[in-house]
């Protein structure tokens, strides 16, 4: 039998030809090769080619409906209100000069009387002083006396004859106020005008200066709107002779029957900004407010109060390139295809409405524009266009 020693020198002589088999085994073993094709795929999107032209971009703004005129009706002179127009009363149309109040007018017909009287008595006055100062005169020369320079006037009753033609005219002015007066008691519109509130009723005692209504003027009225100062050269009002006024269209999509709208110019800048939101105000025309004329059947009226969307026309740009706003992306550039390929292409912007952008450079009528939202922009990105076969 074999001893011990050389037992535990075979049993290590086996283990390393074993490990050394082991070995050889994994390392000279045919180990598959995967062959992977790695292929980037071209994003798919969709473009448009910028329209080139020239364009009148639009401004929104908000505005509020004011009269362009408007009083408050007052009576001149005091008493009783006897006579109302049927017309007189709130919503009413009232024209210019129709009488819409009468008041008692026998006190002022009894002083009017007095003021002929009072007339007549001071020319009476001055005739008889007429005739005294040419007595005087006349008696002196008969005594064949020459009247001394310093005493003339004196003598000829001359500042008697102007005390007494005072009178006549101190007298014809107030037979004049008397007529007024009682003119003043027919309270008449001054303007063609719509009936906001009446304040007396018959048999009102009324005094000089009491408000009887309230009017505004129906031949036009006025929306006060405001829009940002960067916008304000874009603008042409009324009294610029440069150019035509922008037209502004009006819209009330709460109130108004979809479609409906009403047309009016931006008339004036107003010289003051707006409280906090420092934007700049401007009035917008609006002739016939209430469409009345035949050639406005069917529109709306613009009630004072109201607020109302405005479209304001812009002065017209040329020779830019349009594309929709939300298609400028970030730091004013655009995503161009070109040659398959993305192209971040700095603009500059001419203008900006609520729903276009306007750009002064940057792109051609030929390009491409991007209008599919990219999860991944870098530039030069490979492009494709819906039924493209390019990957």
């Not at 011990?4 to 090769?33: D, H, Q, Y």
């Not at 050269?233 to 009403?262: E, M, P, Y």
């Amino acid at each position: 039998m074999l001893n011990r020693k050389t037992s535990v020198l075979i049993s290590m002589i086996l283990v390393v030809f074993g490990a050394a088999a082991l070995w050889l085994i994994f390392n000279t073993e045919p180990v598959p090769e995967r062959e992977t094709a790695v292929r980037q795929t071209a994003t798919l999107v969709e473009v448009v080619t910028p329209q080139n032209g020239k364009f009148r971009p639009v401004i929104q703004a908000i505005g509020t409906v004011i009269p362009a005129r408007e009083i408050v009706l007052r009576s001149r002179v005091s008493g009783e209100v006897i006579e109302i127009s049927d017309s007189f009363e709130p919503g009413a149309k009232v024209s210019q000069d129709e009488t819409l109040v009468r008041l008692d007018d026998a006190d002022y017909v009894n002083l009017l009387r007095q003021r002929e009287s009072e007339l007549m008595q001071a020319i009476a006055e001055l005739e008889i002083e007429k005739g005294r100062g040419e007595n005087a005169e006349r008696d002196f020369i008969q005594l064949g006396k020459a009247i001394p320079e310093e005493r003339r006037a004196l003598v000829l009753r001359e500042p008697q004859l102007r005390s007494a033609e005072a009178q006549v005219q101190s007298a014809r002015a107030a037979l004049a106020q008397a007529e007024l007066d009682l003119k003043r008691t027919y309270v008449k519109a001054p303007f063609d005008a719509l009936v906001l509130s009446q304040e007396v009723n018959l048999g009102s005692q009324v005094s000089a200066g009491d408000g009887l209504a309230r009017l505004v003027g129906v031949e036009e009225h006025w929306v006060e709107a405001t829009i940002p100062l960067d916008k304000l050269r874009w603008l042409s009002f009324d009294a610029d002779s440069k150019s035509a006024s922008s037209n502004v269209t009006i819209r009330h999509r709460t109130a108004w029957a979809a479609g409906q709208t009403r047309n009016g110019t931006l008339f004036r800048l107003i010289g003051e900004l707006q409280g906090d939101t420092r934007l700049a105000r401007v009035l917008v025309r609006v002739k016939d407010p209430l469409a009345t004329q035949p050639g406005l059947s069917g529109q709306q009226p613009l009630m004072i109060g109201t607020f109302v969307e405005c479209q304001i026309e812009g002065m017209e740009i040329q020779g830019a390139f349009r594309i929709q706003r939300e298609h400028v992306r970030a730091n004013d550039t655009v995503w161009v295809m070109r040659e398959g390929q993305l192209v971040i292409q700095p603009v500059e912007i001419a203008f900006q409405d609520e729903k276009y952008a306007y750009l002064q450079s940057g792109v051609s009528s030929d390009d491409q524009i991007v209008t599919t939202s990219l999860s991944t922009v870098r530039e030069g990105i490979p492009l494709r266009l819906a039924g493209s076969d390019t990957t």
